[in-house]
């Protein structure tokens, strides 16, 4: 059975995405830590991120980094965060948010039903960082 997140890589489900390649892609997450909070998860489903092939774990944390210098110059927060704990969807993703404070890494402070507009601004604010950046052959269109 396909999980949520292969049900929005096929498009079944929307999703605001900010990054596609053959190995992953990048999405706005729906109960985001903060404005930005992308979602990146490999095509490929694998439970547990110790599972993965060893190359698509350093794509993973490649195309992370990547999307947290377009969140940095976006938002210029005092830290960009990065987490995988993996306990919502039983496909490997990596969470990578602008953060304020400590407070802001702690699943429990996720907002929920954000307002649509502002999920926009947000994914097209990376895209256009992440086109700045030369990744523009990665990045969808909106």
């Known amino acids: 059975m396909s999980t949520v997140f292969t049900k929005i890589i096929e498009g079944e489900i929307p999703g605001r995405f900010v990054w596609q390649d053959e190995r992953c892609v990048g999405f706005l997450s729906i109960d985001p830590l903060a404005q930005g909070h992308t ?10 991120w110790v599972d993965l092939p060893e190359d698509l774990a350093a794509h993973l944390m490649v195309v992370s980094q990547r999307i947290g210098r377009a969140i940095d110059a976006v938002w210029r927060p005092a830290r960009v ?5 993996g306990f919502e ?22 907002l929920r039903d954000p307002d649509p507009a502002w999920m926009d601004e947000a994914a097209e604010r990376i895209r256009a960082a992440l086109v700045e950046a030369g990744h523009g052959s990665a990045v969808p269109q909106a």
């Open 89 to 110: 969807v039983p496909h490997t993703h990596v969470h990578v948010w602008p953060a304020e404070t400590v407070e802001q890494f702690q699943f429990v402070n996720v």
């Open 39 to 48: 979602l990146v998860v490999p095509r490929e489903e694998h439970d547990h």
């Open 81 to 85: 965060g990065q987490m995988i704990q």
